[in-house]
């Protein structure tokens, strides 16, 4: 049994604050799977048995029925899933969850909290009820794509805080904040407050998960990797530098993490979750 996979971008204005909408279905590759930190926060409507979170190294795991929201983190969450799982969720641009929650996305840092602390009980029953009908994935991302559409208001600031997000992003992270904020008209404290209270970071710590997760996606796992060309090619100080980063966002060496990646891709080839997550076990 496999798992299936189903994306695509929303409609505008969505798609400047969402990567895609997803359905999964299946059997997940392990029971347990970790993902490292990404610049993107996730939105996740559960539709089958209860999954489990584990949001910190000494942080009990805690169940999640009717799915979670999970603003951008700050170092790697571990994903518990029962043999089969089915959900239907967004994957947000780091700017992009603020206009749907009701606290400021600080509030929430490295704290998956349920769908039903974020939009209430009434909301999410009606929601997973209209889920419940759908005629299939593409009905079922419809109507997650309705419902976004039908909350999505205004929020100050926002404007400020997608433009000097996009340009971390176009530069994977290599921007001085200090020109960031000059070149916005504002001042440092400002952007650094707007960030916290849309994203749930600072712009230092979101730049510096642009270039980690940029600096990941340029390993080749089949070859030989040599790592002070690639801490040097990403604008690390040293290797050691680079080390010292790669364990405060994943709690692993490089070298513990490729294990874990090779062994994925080895065992799973061509998977659908082969992309970012890694065996937790």
Known sequence: MGVEYVSRVPRPPLDGLIDDLYYLEGAPPYARLTLPPMPA?????????????????????AE?????????????????YPLRTRSVGVHFKPWGLAPFLPTPAAELRDRPVTVEQVWGRPAMAELRDRLATAGGPHELLTL???ELMRRLGETAGLGLVRHTSSVMAATSGAVAIGDLSAAAGVSSTHLAQRFK????????????????AATVFAIDFAGSIDWGDLAGGAGYFDQAHFGHEFRAFTG???TRYIEGRRRFLREHPGHTLDGWPLPAD
Request: overall charge neutral; glycine content about 8%.
């Open 197 to 212: 209270e849309l994203i749930g970071v600072t712009p230092k710590r979101l730049a510096r998960t642009y270039r980690f």
């Open 41 to 61: 926060a996730v939105f996740i409507v559960n539709l089958g048995a209860p999954f489990r979170i584990r949001a910190g190294i000494d942080v009990e795991a």
């Open 252 to 254: 692993l060496t490089p």
């Open 144 to 146: 997650l794509e309705e």
């Open 64 to 80: 999640y029925t009717d799915g979670c929201v999970i603003t951008t983190p700050t170092h790697a969450l571990a994903f518990g």
